[in-house]
């Protein structure tokens, strides 16, 4: 991918891990051509299963897919209070992380998402307002070669 | 015939109302009751049968909520121990019973006895038969409305499949083409993130049709469609099916074909939703005259006699409703902790 030997994305999710002590942090990108921009996960920090490695996110379903359609951030306090218990299995990532508590931010490339940073806790209420504030401002207006287009906006 | 004699016929007559299980109630002129069987006894309330046994001469209507006329279910309009010249020979008429609520009846209203008046009328238990056509018209609903489902998803799907997409398509084909024109860099840039918009847009489509009814169902049989639908399966859930089919491509009636689907399609959301786990096997061969689909996983199981299930508890409903249309049926086996196994027997 281009700019990716520029930027270590890994390093820089393991610094927000240790930052806010997350359970899992997980990267989304849109793929090349020869994938047909399929959005894939490319990394994952505090997975404990391979589940997402076969997964190919689609546009609107999903949190990842959610966040990439509307290209806002998404914040869930508690997945069983908001998602409700019953149609969990719509969220398989979720489910196969045990994420109670997380949020995702779209991340842009010449006006357009590009990929999707999840991140999250396998505590209810964990991530609240706040600290979904606060890891937005750790992020900072560029992930890499991508933008965080609200910050752009104000 | 004729050689019965009076005293045979009398004993007959007395056993019928003694053990019969239609009530029966005699009224004189005046619509008291002067007797009633053992079967009329034990349907009407005691408070009832204390104003009958008391003369009171309306006193079935404290039972009674209404016969059934061309006008309404339940009505009291020209009410037939008050109307002596009407046919009331056989008509529907609704009481409240002991211990049973309202329940419909059968009943004929008839004078017996013209010089003293006297009538009879008797009760005959419609529940039964209620019922009973309630079941044969619940059957025919439900393979109707599955019939109505499947032919709508067809024609929906085939139309994202031919019309929606292939224009998706041909757009996208006449976009690349400005690839070979003199265009400059920033236009290439945006035309080829259009180019992975609209690449995603007909994925969304084709699934979509492939997920309300897959051609290749129709087209190609029930491995292909089955191998399609597992491997959306993995990409959409992560779920790994191992399946295996030993049929050598051999095709089936549609009705038979559109069963198995489903009931699989159920099955494997049923193991992805509740199992808990991220693989299983599915596997499709004959035997026996049979056609037989199992669908096996080791995840968490369940308990098969709790009364309270996960989710909506119609899924395995609608499975045995679909296995039924073609005479199939369906087995389940789970033991808490020891996975989950559904099968599918359909006669060939």
């Known amino acids: 991918m281009n700019g990716q030997e520029n930027f270590n994305y890994q390093q820089e999710m393991a610094r927000l891990r240790d ?38 996110l689609q546009t609107g379903k999903g949190i990842v897919g959610h966040v990439f359609k509307t290209g ?24 196969a992380e045990g994420l109670k508590s997380f949020g995702a931010i779209a991340l842009y490339e010449y006006n357009r998402v590009k990929g999707v940073l999840l991140v999250g806790y396998r505590t209810e209420e964990k991530l609240t307002l706040e600290c979904f504030t606060e890891f937005k401002q750790v992020v900072g207006p560029t992930f890499g070669q991508f933008y965080n287009k609200e910050m752009v906006g104000n | 015939m004729k050689s019965m004699s009076e005293f045979q016929l009398t004993d007959l007559l007395m056993k019928m109302y003694g053990n019969s299980a239609e009530a029966i109630f005699f009224f004189d002129r005046t619509g008291k009751v002067l007797t009633m069987n053992s079967a009329a006894e034990f349907i009407l309330n005691a408070e009832v049968l204390d104003s009958m046994a008391a003369g009171d001469a309306e ?53 017996i006895d013209v010089e003293n008046g006297i009538r009879v009328f008797m009760l005959r238990d419609l529940t039964k038969q209620y019922k009973t056509q309630e079941m044969l018209n619940q059957k025919l609903i439900t393979k109707n409305i599955i019939k109505a489902q499947e032919d709508e998803r067809k024609r929906i799907s085939r139309e994202l499949h031919d019309g929606v997409a292939q224009e998706v398509l041909s757009s996208l084909v006449e976009l690349r083409v400005l690839k070979y024109m003199n265009v400059d860099a920033e236009v290439l840039k945006k035309v080829q993130q259009t180019e992975g918009s609209l690449m995603r847009l007909l994925d969304d489509i084709r699934h979509l049709s492939v997920e309300l009814r897959p051609a290749t169902l129709d ?22 099916v191992h399946f295996t089919a030993e049929l050598d491509s051999k095709r089936y009636e549609g009705e038979i ?9 159920e099955a494997v959301f049923n193991a992805l939703k509740y ?22 996983d080791e995840g968490i199981g369940f308990n098969l006699n709790s009364i309270h299930p996960k989710g909506t508890g119609l899924g395995l409903y609608g499975m045995r409703e679909r296995a039924e249309l073609v005479e199939g049926r369906t087995t389940v086996l789970s033991e808490p902790g020891k996975g989950t196994s559904v099968r599918l027997e359909i006669p060939l």
């Open chain 2, 59 to 111: 006193a079935i209507c404290m039972s009674c909520r209404g016969y059934t006329n061309e006008q309404e279910l339940q009505t009291c309009i020209s009410c037939y121990l008050k109307s002596p010249d009407e046919d009331f020979s056989s008509f529907q008429v609704y009481l409240d019973t002991k211990g049973k609520g309202v329940i419909p009846y059968t009943a004929s209203y008839q004078t």
């Open chain 1, 19 to 56: 930052h806010f002590d997350f359970d899992f942090v997980g990267l989304a990108l849109v793929q090349s051509i020869e994938s047909r921009f399929e959005l894939k996960w490319v990394f994952t920090m505090g997975n404990r299963s391979n589940r997402y490695r076969r997964i190919v």
């Open chain 1, 72 to 95: 806002k951030p998404l914040l869930v306090e508690d997945a069983e209070k908001i998602l409700g218990g019953k149609d969990l299995y719509n969220y398989p990532i979720i489910v």
């Open chain 2, 257 to 265: 074909e559109t069963v198995v689907y489903r009931v699989c399609q």
């Open chain 2, 219 to 240: 087209d190609l049989g029930m491995e292909a469609a089955f191998r399609t639908h597992f491997k959306w399966m993995e990409k959409n859930y992560g779920l790994v």
């Open chain 2, 275 to 296: 199992a808990g786990t991220e693989d299983l096997t599915v596997r499709l061969f004959e035997d026996d005259g049979y056609l037989k689909l199992y669908v096996i």
